[in-house]
């Protein structure tokens, strides 16, 4: 793959015919040949062009200013249409109106995250059982396509010049949160007309996290990527720091950009400055079609990882890539996440009455359902798969026993104990830690959100993505694997499956068939988000971020 990737001739550097304003300057402003006539040797040389000559001249001239102003135009506008396939790295689809393929071109947004190649299915050796496993989903012609409206573009050219009203937003929580909240804090930047300060990461009070936004992602690529939509400084200027500011942080849930407007332009307005802390899930899922795509050119185009960690997961994904097909898990085994859920952690009586303890010693933590039991819990499918759970979820779904798993997430709580049972069915497990070679993961030492990010570099190349429990992680990886060309993604149906797994009298062929089919259609197959309020774009971006390949065509660079 390494070589085959060596070989490719650089695209941008393939031959074109000249211009054929090149040939009408050629024909008028060539200079006259020399003559060696003695009349011409003493005398000045005038030259007089013919009436057709002078026509031709101008009709040339003014198609040429024509061009420019069109081209000029057509610079200025936010159309784009960008998408990425399995089947092709990096490809560009814009529609098959000239006019969309100059602001496509011109505007060229930088690519999302690229994962390599799907994989499975391929070989000869595997049953029919594995290699339906392996197979991935019909993407049904959907491909990313962010086509902005000329309302929207009109007023994006107003706001990307902002230079008195300021929006500072301070984001919390692990990497997918923040993620989310950096993305909802670009759309109300632009529903408010100001230019967005760098957003400030709080520290982690879960994992002590230090990390600013310039350790995690790439600024420089945050703000060339959104240039178009809104202005992203670095700092606030010296003209609108103050001694104390005052932090809205009491936003209610869900609402809409009518109320962002009406709670805070006026007084941004008349201070040149706000301050916003706590954004994550405040602002509607349900938006204007136009910032619904801006929040998937945020999540999806913006939000880069700085190139020392994409280089690291990039060199982790082909350490997986490169022995086959491989399935990406992420465990939620957590200390914290059994505090938070309230569930049981199946590891025994001694574990259980430590997550008890830590729970009632910080109640502020828990975010299950108060009035319900443990086993209440469980059976409503609010408590993450623990690894017996997810060994037998596979072996029914059909993953051969021999697969490469690769397990994202924090340290387990019950560390090794706590992977027995998954170990013993897959052999073939490993970890950012000990797929990494000597010394690689030693800059990420205690920085929660950095090895966060290399998990998820990892996780969207592998053909097979599966979660032991919801969450933001699940979401963005469900999202961003549709938008680079439907990527497996399997979520569990825990409160159908469970019950089952519990049932003595269910046979293991009577399992994998009931589990085959109750997830045979939520394996990553394109679904709308429209006519369901509680879905999120940024995991189902179909259909303000997608759009069916047939009416585009290809430009392909790669």
């Known amino acids: 793959m390494a070589k085959t990737l060596r070989t490719i001739k650089n695209p941008f550097f393939t031959p074109h015919p000249p211009s054929p304003f090149l040939h009408f300057s050629l024909l008028f402003f060539s200079p006259p040949k020399r003559t060696t006539s003695p009349r011409y040797l003493n005398h000045h040389h005038q030259t007089r062009c013919t009436p057709q000559q002078v026509f031709l001249l101008l009709i040339s001239l003014s198609l040429l200013f024509s061009g420019i102003s069109f081209l000029a135009s057509s610079l200025t506008t936010s159309s784009t249409c960008i998408v990425s396939s399995p089947s092709s790295p990096l490809g560009f689809f814009v529609s098959d109106d000239p006019r969309h393929l100059l602001t496509s071109l011109a505007v060229s947004v930088p690519s999302t995250l690229l994962p390599l190649p799907a994989r499975g299915g391929r070989s000869g050796n595997m049953t029919e059982e594995e290699r339906e496993f392996w197979k991935q989903p019909n993407g049904e012609g959907y491909k990313p396509c962010l086509e902005f409206s000329l309302a929207y573009r009109k007023k994006a050219a107003r706001v990307s010049k902002e230079k008195k009203r300021f929006l500072v937003v301070v984001v919390s929580g692990g990497l997918n949160q923040q993620r989310n909240q950096i993305v909802d804090a670009v759309v109300i930047a632009t529903i408010l007309e100001a230019a967005l300060v760098v957003p400030v990461l709080q520290v982690n009070r879960v994992w002590g996290d230090e990390s600013e936004f310039s350790d995690v992602f790439d600024v420089e690529h945050f703000k060339k990527t959104l240039r178009s939509d809104v202005r992203v400084v670095s700092s606030l200027p010296s003209t609108h720091l103050m001694s104390r500011q005052t932090i809205e942080n009491q936003i209610p849930w869900d609402v809409s950009p009518v109320w962002i407007r009406a709670k805070f332009f006026k007084q941004l307005n008349e201070e040149g400055l706000l301050v916003l802390k706590g954004l994550d899930s405040r602002l509607a899922k349900n938006l204007p079609p136009d910032l619904q795509k801006l929040r998937c050119k945020v999540a999806f185009h913006a939000l880069r990882f700085t190139a020392p960690i994409e280089n690291l997961g990039n060199k982790l994904a082909r350490r997986m ?83 490469s798993i690769f397990v994202a997430g924090g340290e387990p709580f019950g560390g090794s104990r706590a992977m027995e049972p998954l170990a013993k069915e897959f052999a073939n497990l490993v970890t950012k830690e000990t797929l990494a070679h000597k010394g690689e993961m030693l800059p990420y030492t205690n920085r929660s959100s950095a090895l966060a990010a290399i998990d998820y570099i990892v996780s969207l190349s592998s053909d097979v993505f599966l979660p032991s429990h919801g969450g933001n992680m699940a979401k963005a990886m469900q999202g961003n694997r549709a938008y680079v060309g439907h990527r497996k993604f399997i979520m569990p149906n825990k409160r159908a499956m469970l019950p089952l797994m519990e049932n003595p009298s269910v046979s293991e062929s009577e399992l994998s068939r009931v589990a085959r089919k109750l997830h045979g259609k939520s394996q990553g197959h394109p679904e709308s988000r429209r006519g369901r309020r509680d879905r999120d774009v940024l995991a189902y971006p179909v259909p303000e971020c997608m759009c069916r390949h047939g009416k585009h065509r290809s430009i392909g660079f790669f």
Not at 332 to 346: A, F, M, N, P, S
Not at 361 to 381: D, F, I, K, M
Request: proline share 5%; net charge positive.
């Open 321 to 403: 890539w490169i022995e086959g097909p491989y399935i990406a898990l992420h465990l939620r085994l957590e200390k914290d996440v059994w505090v938070r859920t309230g569930c049981l952690t199946g590891l025994g009586s001694e574990f259980d009455r430590i997550i008890a303890e830590t729970r009632m010693s910080q109640p502020r933590y828990l975010t299950g359902r108060l009035n319900l039991t443990y086993t209440e819990r469980r059976l409503a499918g609010l408590c993450p798969l623990n690894a017996y759970e997810i060994a037998r979820l596979l072996k029914a779904l059909g993953a051969p026993s021999n697969a």
